[in-house]
């Protein structure tokens, strides 16, 4: 995919943001497409985390616990170049670190919306897995 087919799709996603569950389902078919843009990829990377930003806002509770779990992955998700099983450590380790972000959230409101950020992680482990 190149990436002005990208951010067309994108362009799409975000004008469906006031429908929540489409904007939902969009950012996830974005997270797809970003893997395949060939020409560009850290620039549809950029736009891809802009767009869940956008999503983080509209469905999750504003905190200091879920912008650190954001945070956090992000970071887990720009997968590092080595061995499948290097990569998947370091994932592995982002859910981890997800995980006790959330554990210290002080409402469960939070709690939920940073342990929601992991399913992205695990679609990345799922990637890592099928190559």
Do not use: C, W
């Not at 951010?7 to 389902?25: I, L």
């Not at 469960?108 to 399913?119: F, K, S, T, W």
């Amino acid at each position: 995919m190149r990436f002005d087919e990208f951010y067309a799709e994108r362009s799409t996603v975000v004008g469906a943001a006031d429908d929540v569950p489409a904007f939902k389902a969009g950012v996830e078919r974005l997270r797809q497409l970003a893997a395949t843009v060939e020409d560009d990829p850290a620039k549809a990377q950029r736009y891809l985390e802009a767009t869940e930003r956008m999503l983080l806002e509209v469905t999750a509770p504003h905190s200091e616990t879920v912008d650190l779990a954001f945070e956090a992955m992000l970071r887990a998700r720009r997968v590092p170049a080595g061995t499948p099983a290097e990569q998947r450590a370091h994932v592995e380790a982002g859910i981890d670190e997800v995980a006790r972000i959330a554990a210290a959230a002080p409402t469960d409101a939070e709690r939920d919306a940073a342990l929601d950020l992991n399913a992205t992680l695990l679609g990345v482990l799922e990637r890592i897995e099928r190559q």
